[in-house]
């Protein structure tokens, strides 16, 4: 027999699948075994376009194709397609570069089997199949190497990744790049096999941050033994409350910033301060407006920044504050009352002592202002110490009811807020202790 002869007839009879294809991507042979596992009952004739040969296979074609542009090699990979007759199947196969004698690449070849039936958790009931697609939660599936091994339809749309992208087998560290978070909790479930419920983790999707309730499960098979993780988890980002700090940021905004606007445009407007003073003035305010507003925005795009968002926004209002009193004070007594927004504003971040120093300091600088220009008389400065006292007990009185809505929010919410789904509920987390302190 010619040695041609035998080997056409040895690929033939290989168990497992082989399609060889050109640089041009066109096929040159594929054997019986190809044939049946892909469910193709007609012959391919040599020369045809991989793309019309394999319409039914537009993922083999795709791998074929890709190859023939790369030419690098793959193996043990794993793909899903259907059968004409609507059968979904999973092939494990592998890509090698056909080379001649000179080391030229002049094709490629695609050994594959079907491997349906030996990966976990792939399931032969549709209606299994179905229910899990359909669960309100998102689930995820993982080999104890870390290969994916299901996603359902919710995952997907949590996760924000598009319907079907991840091939059963890939990489994990892969298929889920844009949530490292949520690889590094199935990679280590994976090493400690030990399940967990009833967490929390930070994500993003499309750029928006996401909170995920998660929990973790060990899955065996009918001997006990473990063959993989499940992860099921569910968007609470809405459950969650801003910490107190950025809400605190958003109420002294929301208040104290309009008010300060109104007092200073009404020292412009009816005081009787000099024209250059006036100006200033009206920059400061406007400064003050932009740079309140950019770190808002900030603290509520970087929650771990809020709280020091907050100690810089009370020392630029505290120095832009010291500056619009001595020019407008004197022509515009409600000016003073600048003094009491800073002191206010830093009893929601600071703690007791912290708070009686920075109305000590607002109040002297409202005092030092009084006698630069030349405040005399009982009454002048019975009224003005006056004002220095109402800055500072009225910061003290502010900064109890923080720290009292603190002490609430860390020992209560967590019960109170509670999601649809039992397994992603939530629990206090480090920073609500660190809120408690």
Not at 65 to 83: F, G, S
Not at 103 to 118: A, K, S, W, Y
Not at 354 to 380: K, M
């Amino acid at each position: 027999m010619d040695p041609q002869q035998f080997l056409e007839i040895a690929v033939q009879n290989l168990p497992g699948g082989l399609i060889l294809v050109d640089l041009k991507g066109k096929v040159r042979a594929i054997n019986e075994a190809g044939l049946q596992i892909l469910g193709l009952t007609l012959p391919i004739a040599p020369g045809t376009d991989c793309e019309q040969a394999l319409s039914s296979h537009p993922k083999l074609t795709k791998i074929l194709l890709m190859a023939c542009q790369k030419l690098e090699p793959a193996n043990r990979q794993e793909m899903t397609t259907d059968r004409p007759d609507g059968e979904k199947i999973v092939l494990g196969y592998g890509v090698l570069i056909l080379k001649n004698d000179h080391g030229q690449p002049v094709g490629v070849g695609m050994n594959f089997q079907d491997i349906t039936r030996l990966i976990p958790l792939m399931d032969s009931h549709r209606f299994l199949d179905i229910a899990l697609k359909n669960l309100p939660g998102g689930l995820l599936f993982i080999d104890l190497q870390g290969k994916v091994r299901g996603v359902n339809q919710m995952a997907e749309r949590i996760l924000g990744l598009s319907p079907d992208s991840i091939e059963p087998g890939t990489e994990c560290y892969k298929a889920l790049a844009d949530h490292p978070k949520v690889v590094k909790v199935l990679l280590s479930t994976c090493q400690s096999q030990t399940p967990v419920n009833r967490q929390e983790l930070t994500t993003h999707r499309d750029g928006e941050k996401i909170t995920l309730g998660y929990g973790t499960l060990i899955l065996r098979d009918a001997k006990g033994h473990a063959v993989g993780i499940g992860m099921t988890f569910q968007d609470i980002t809405r459950y969650i409350p801003l910490p107190l700090q950025a809400q605190f940021i958003r109420t002294v905004d929301r208040f104290f910033t309009p008010f300060a606007m109104i007092l200073v445009l009404a020292g412009t407007w009816i005081g009787y301060a000099e024209t250059w003073a006036k100006h200033v003035s009206v920059g400061l305010l406007f400064f003050l407006f932009i740079f309140n507003e950019v770190s808002v925005a900030l603290a509520r795009k970087h929650v771990a920044w809020a709280k020091n968002i907050g100690y810089t926004r009370i020392v630029t209002n505290f120095l832009a504050n010291v500056a619009l009193v001595y020019m407008l004070g004197t022509f515009w007594g409600p000016m003073w009352l600048l003094f009491v927004l800073t002191p206010v504003a830093t009893a929601l971040y600071a703690d007791w002592s912290r708070t009686v120093w920075t109305a000590l300091i607002s109040a002297g600088s409202l005092l030092a202002i009084y006698y630069s220009r030349g405040l005399e008389g009982a009454v002048g400065w019975g009224q003005a110490s006056l004002h220095a006292a109402f800055i500072v007990f009225i910061s003290l009185f502010v900064n109890s009811i923080a720290r009292m809505i603190m002490q609430i929010r860390s020992g209560t919410h967590a019960s109170q807020q509670k999601p649809a789904l039992e397994i992603p509920t939530r629990k206090p987390t480090s920073e609500s202790n660190k809120l408690a302190a």
